[in-house]
């Protein structure tokens, strides 16, 4: 149930999970299954339960600039992209990014799961992962044809099929995307295979008497005690609500799940951290661990963009700049509102070795690069390198091509009255690392972000060989037989420094007996792969203290 803060305060809960987004939601239900253990969970954002956008998938751009779904937070300077400044943006609110994000459900290839536990993490291995995101998986066979787009589109599929998240095909398949997606078959690429965690874990749980969540709640800081032996114990947690501070209990365990921004910044400001970031804001050191807020990897992406040609355009989001039918389109379901049901993206994803004829090169380049001594000091990063250099040498398909149908990517403006199609190129396995660090004790300040982009060459480098391999790509028909001309970067950008320059372009828990984080911020090394599917597993996985 939605609670009030008088019935949280000063109360003693089973579990306080810091966090109701994606992980954090999917966790408190399952906890409260168990009647007899009673479980609090505090969400600095408002309940956004039936936000109409949220609700309606072809509105899921609007969502990004709408502060009651999202957090604005911004990236220090990066000195090797161009100054900029980079937004991560956040979902906020009962639900957090599973409210925000483009509706993917992807998971990550098998070897990338077994990665973690091959880095010290016992437990986390692909097949326990299956079985986690199994139990979330609510899988159903779309209404239309697999013989409508490819015979091969449902091959392979293991999903789970009686879990609470709903996930299918799209409703719609345009003309423009089945080429697009034939075009990458031709090209040698093999076939693979919204609801959010508020609709899907809270509300068919919110009337358990032991499920108890409080929205505007913002966790600042962990309450610890020191027990015998050194270890710290949590005994609740102090949240701001309304403008003021108050304190809630734990009998057992305090989960953070405040995603991979913010549990950082909760865990230093209760004193666990590096020694000297936390002397540096003034909060006295209760476990030193080196490793909080370090190890931040994201992957990189950018847009390349062709108008497409007038009587062979399918329809594409660039409609909706036209605002008369834009009105029309918001009428969610009824038969003029083609644009606001789930539209299809095919993802393509490929080993460096079949996008570019320098693919050996730059594995040789990068394997003398990361032997480096400098790298065998740190050997946490080492071993996380050795595992990424490995399947790079092993062609494991980590570069991602997603073709979305309308204009998404800068500099040069859409055109009035044109049709567009973008295809996304996106590198998930980043040798760049950058760190999450708390500037202030005021729970309020932001922390430091500092994506740490492109400070290994090589991450650039991969992005100039992909913007390349979907320029070639798309001089194959059927896919050119569609298109006009590039418009992003577009057709002057020709060389490799030049394409270097656009993907810069400005325009473009140690230590504790009862604390666990479970939310992305565990995850060791990136993955091919967008979050979502992997958070509810973490989530799913992470019911059991022991893992």
């Known amino acids: 149930m939605l609670a009030t803060v008088d019935q949280v305060v000063n109360r003693t809960f089973d579990y306080i999970i810091c966090g109701g987004g994606t992980a954090g939601l999917t ?12 479980v609090l969970v505090l969400e600095a954002g408002a309940a956004n339960i039936g936000y109409p956008s949220v609700l309606d998938p072809g509105l899921y751009l609007t969502n990004f600039t709408n502060a009651d779904l999202c957090w604005f937070h911004t990236t220090t300077e990066q000195e090797n992209a161009a100054s900029r400044q980079i937004r991560w943006l956040r979902g906020k609110g009962l639900g957090g990014s599973s409210q925000i994000n483009f509706l993917g459900w992807l998971k990550p290839p098998a070897d990338e799961i077994d990665a973690f536990e091959r880095l010290g993490n016992p437990g986390w291995n692909w097949k326990n992962y299956q079985m986690a995101s199994e139990r979330v998986e609510g899988f159903a066979i779309p209404g239309y044809s697999a013989s409508d787009i490819d015979d091969t589109i449902f091959e392979n599929v293991k999903l789970g099929v009686e879990g609470p998240v709903k996930i299918t095909y799209p409703t719609t398949m345009e003309e423009a995307l089945v080429k697009v997606w034939k075009t990458f078959l031709k090209a040698g690429l093999p076939v693979s295979s919204r609801p959010t965690s508020g609709n899907a874990y809270y509300l068919p749980n919110r009337d358990r008497k032991n499920l108890n969540v409080l929205v505007g709640a913002e966790v600042g800081r962990i309450i610890p005690e020191k027990r015998a ?3 710290l114990t949590a005994t609740g947690v102090e949240f701001t609500h309304t403008g003021q501070t108050f304190s809630a209990y734990a009998h057992r365990e305090v989960i953070v799940s405040a995603g991979a921004l913010k549990t950082p910044q909760i865990l230093e400001l209760s004193g666990i951290g590096r020694k000297d970031v936390l002397e540096s804001i003034g909060v006295p050191v209760k ?7 370090e190890n931040a990897q994201d992957h990189v992406s950018m847009g390349v963009t062709w108008e497409l040609r007038d009587g062979k355009s399918s329809d594409t989001i660039d409609l909706l700049r036209n605002t008369d039918l834009s009105v029309d389109q918001l009428h969610y379901g009824a038969p003029q509102a083609k644009h606001t049901s789930v539209r299809a993206a095919p993802v393509a994803l490929a080993p460096l070795q079949l996008i570019s004829d320098k693919a050996d090169i730059l594995v040789e380049v990068a394997q003398t690069h990361f032997s480096n001594a400098a790298y065998k000091d740190s050997p946490g990063l080492h071993e996380q390198y050795e595992i990424q250099l490995e399947r790079m040498r092993g062609g494991a398909a980590s570069h991602e091509f997603a073709s979305v149908l309308g204009h998404l990517s800068t500099p040069n ?3 009035d009255g044109k049709r567009y199609r973008t295809q996304l190129v996106i590198n998930n396995n980043c040798f760049s690392r950058g760190s999450i660090h708390c500037r202030s004790a005021n729970p309020k300040d932001d922390p430091t972000f500092d994506g740490g982009y492109f400070n290994e060459s090589i991450d650039l480098d991969i992005m100039v060989e992909m913007v390349k391999f979907v320029r070639g790509i798309a001089k194959k028909s059927p896919w050119n037989d569609m298109i006009v001309e590039e418009s992003n970067p577009g057709p002057g950008i020709k060389t490799d420094q030049q394409i270097r320059g656009k993907i810069v372009d400005p325009h473009f828990v140690y230590g504790t007996t009862n604390i666990r984080v479970v939310d992305l911020s565990i995850v060791p090394l990136h993955f091919a792969a967008h979050p979502l ?4 597993a973490i989530a799913e996985q ?3 203290p022991d893992l």
């Open 27 to 38: 966790l408190a239900a399952r906890l409260s299954e168990d009647p007899n253990i009673s």
């Open 229 to 231: 032996g050194g270890s």
């Open 287 to 293: 476990v030193e661990l080196p490793g909080v807020g």
């Open 413 to 415: 403006p859409p055109l």
């Open 533 to 536: 599917a992997t958070v509810y």
């Open 542 to 544: 992470g019911k059991s």
